[in-house]
């Protein structure tokens, strides 16, 4: 009913910078909570950051002050600005959405994208 589709990724070089997109489709009736995960290799998926439908903001520590999340709600779409990468922010990222479906029940269900890999490195 609904998909969350990433782009964006690519390779970097340290310092260097990447957009992140994830647009959302289906049959949406709003959009709550928004967020963007990582996961590296043999690690546990983590939280970068997650924003409201008013655009209040949460970041994960390692991240604060050099990304930067948002989003367009008539495009049903997040952003991640990452800038200042690092090699520790290697990972595949994910799209996360907490989506009101539009259906006669209207009920909160959870989306994940497919994921877009970052690789910074020199």
């Known amino acids: 009913q609904v998909q969350l589709v990433e782009s964006g990724g690519g390779l970097v070089q340290p310092g260097g910078s990447l957009r992140l997109s994830c647009a959302a489709s289906?049959?949406?009736?709003?959009?709550?909570?928004m967020a963007w995960y990582r996961q590296a290799p043999g690690k546990e998926r983590e939280l970068v950051a997650t924003?409201?439908?008013?655009?209040?903001?949460v970041y994960a520590d390692s991240v604060k002050g050099r990304f930067t999340i948002s989003r367009d709600n008539a495009k049903n779409t997040v952003y991640l600005q990452m800038n200042s990468l690092k090699p520790e922010d290697t990972a595949v990222y994910y799209c996360?959405?907490?989506?009101?479906?539009?259906?006669?029940?209207?009920?909160?269900?959870?989306?994940w994208g497919q994921g877009t890999q970052v690789t910074v490195s020199s």
């Open positions: 996360y959405a907490d989506v009101i479906v539009d259906d006669p029940w209207r009920k909160s269900s959870l989306y």
């Open positions: 289906g049959s949406i009736f709003s959009i709550n909570l």
């Open positions: 924003i409201t439908s008013d655009g209040s903001t």
